[in-house]
Nanobody, 131 residues
Framework: DVQLQASGGGLVQPGGSLRLSCAAS????????IGWFRQTPGKEREAVSC????DGSNYKKDRFTIASDNAKRTVYLQMNNLKPEDTAVYYC????????????????????????????WGQGTLVTVSS
């Protein structure tokens, strides 16, 4: 079975840092993009960062760094200088690293900033930034 286990969330003060982990199992890790999304109540999920395990292609928002440990089948999201607006449930997801569908209007790696690029989702971990 495919499993994505997100962990590392918690309470942090503004300006602080957190590292989230996404442990993957049940699929060919090298063939996938692992993405991090976040969601707050009443809002759509927003892409934060993603990385292609095979070649390291990646996207990330400012103040965030993403890295993959292939031996551990884990992707890490390092979040620095956190702000209250970073408060959200953070989800990791896995999507096959391949050309987007022919009718997909978004091309290239930017395709992986959209939820529809991902087939598998983890359960989410809550990050709260507050003093």
């Amino acid at each position: 079975d495919v499993q994505l286990q997100a962990s590392g969330g918690g309470l942090v003060q503004p300006g602080g840092s957190l590292r989230l982990s996404c442990a993957a199992s049940g699929f060919s890790f090298d063939d996938y993009v692992i993405g991090w999304f976040r969601q707050t109540p009443g809002k759509e999920r927003e892409a934060v960062s993603c990385i292609a395990v095979r070649d390291g292609s990646n996207y990330k928002k400012d103040r965030f760094t993403i890295a993959s440990d292939n031996a551990k089948r884990t992707v890490y999201l390092q979040m620095n200088n956190l702000k209250p607006e970073d408060t959200a449930v953070y989800y990791c997801a896995a999507g096959k690293y391949e050309s987007p569908p022919r009718d997909e209007p978004v091309g290239g790696f930017f395709f992986y900033t959209f939820e529809r690029a991902y087939a598998y989702w983890g359960q989410g971990t809550l990050v709260t930034v507050s003093s």
